[in-house]
């Protein structure tokens, strides 16, 4: 049994470019959540999707936009880079089953923003 | 507001020694959960315990063990008898209210040598 695979695990983009950033959920999951995690930092929630659509957000701007495929999949695109999205972006997938919602997590994906 | 404090940003001890990991967290819900993570240098985040508000009850898994307190508003994680293995960033996360969203604290860097 898969469990939650991203894609790709290190990319580097200069400033100003835009990225998409891939994630495909643990098998019978279908919610997918974002987090980006600065260095030394713990994981900041940046939105999450459900039956394609966007569930809830965090405080992130409007450059930070994601989307869900009807196979549960899911995508993250940050346009306009700034050198402070250098991160690691972390994807979770969980069954949405009210509040007991376990997340298991992929290896993310380093982004480097030079 | 919701808040993990994670005071500890390092620890270092020698293997078999036993280490406490300490969480304090901050929430006006009457209804959350209290989550612990490991993540290895790999990057993913390894799930450990998920607390509800209502249980506080101590949690005993093999070398693990977990002591939540609501007065004192900490989930303090124990390992025992450490191993190298056992090195790596431990994060505490809450969730709550009407959301599933983790709140992570900034995580302790646990060194275990030989």
């Known amino acids: 049994d898969a469990g939650v695979t991203q894609s790709p695990t290190h990319l580097i983009k200069t400033r100003g470019q835009q990225v998409t950033l891939r994630c495909s959920p643990k098998?019978?999951?279908?919610?997918v959540s974002w987090y980006q995690q600065a260095l030394g930092q713990g994981p900041q929630f940046i939105f999450q999707y459900y039956e394609e659509e966007e569930r809830q957000r965090g405080n992130f701007p409007d450059r930070f936009s994601g989307h869900q495929f009807p196979n549960y999949s899911s995508e993250l695109n940050v346009n306009a880079l700034l050198l402070g999205d250098s991160a690691l972006y972390l994807c979770?997938?969980?069954?949405?089953?009210?509040?007991?919602?376990?997340?298991?997590f992929g290896q993310g994906t380093r982004l480097t923003v030079v | 507001a919701q808040k993990v404090t994670q005071a500890q940003t390092e620890i270092s001890v020698v293997e078999k020694e036993d280490v406490t990991l300490d969480c304090v967290y901050e929430t006006r819900d009457t209804t959350y959960y209290l989550f612990w993570y490991k993540q290895p240098p790999s990057g993913e985040l390894v799930f450990l315990i998920r607390r509800n508000s209502f249980d506080e009850q101590n949690e005993i898994s093999g070398r693990y063990s977990w002591n939540f307190q609501k007065s004192t508003s900490s989930f303090n994680f124990t390992i025992t008898a450490s191993q190298v293995v056992d090195s790596a960033v431990y994060f505490c996360a809450l969730s709550g209210g009407n959301t599933d969203k983790l709140i992570f604290g900034t995580g302790t860097r646990l060194q275990v040598f030989p």
């Open positions: 979770a997938s969980s069954l949405v089953k009210g509040l007991t919602s376990e997340a298991f």
């Open positions: 098998s019978g999951h279908d919610t």
